[in-house]
């Protein structure tokens, strides 16, 4: 059940993928198939890699520096992109007593964007972290 409700939101967006373009006219089947399979295919690699093993023997004078660092930033960017649209939706649960009634999609609407903020705001600091370090040229 747990990995549904994590793979739930992906397959909505190909579903949604799909949707658009066969009401452009342009349905491509293996667009939203490609979309399906680069996440698995990102999901097993990321399963695959020893990040504590890497993360310990990562220095910058290494070739791997780079790629490896890259790596573990967009990994921290799927969590956080993982983790905040609990936080947003719990936060909306608390506040909205009923799911559907009086004002369900508005409360809906702030909730989304209160996520594309919070997230944006999340990038920003962490930028500004790494410009202060000197990572981030």
Known sequence: MKLFRRLAPLVVFAAGLAVAQWLTGTLDPWLPLKTLAAFALGLGLFAAIPWKRMSRSLAPGRWW?????????????????????????????????????????????????????????????????????????
Not at 82 to 108: F, N
Not at 119 to 128: L, M, P
């Open 65 to 137: 520096y780079a790629p490896v660092l890259f790596l573990l930033i967009l990994r921290h960017f799927m969590a956080i992109l993982g983790e905040e649209p609990v936080r947003v939706l719990r936060a909306r649960s608390l506040v909205i007593s009923r799911r559907y009634g009086a004002g369900w999609l508005e409360s809906l609407a702030h909730a989304l964007a209160a996520l594309f903020r919070r997230t944006i705001d999340r990038a920003e600091r962490f930028y500004a972290a790494q410009l202060i370090r000197g990572l981030a040229e």
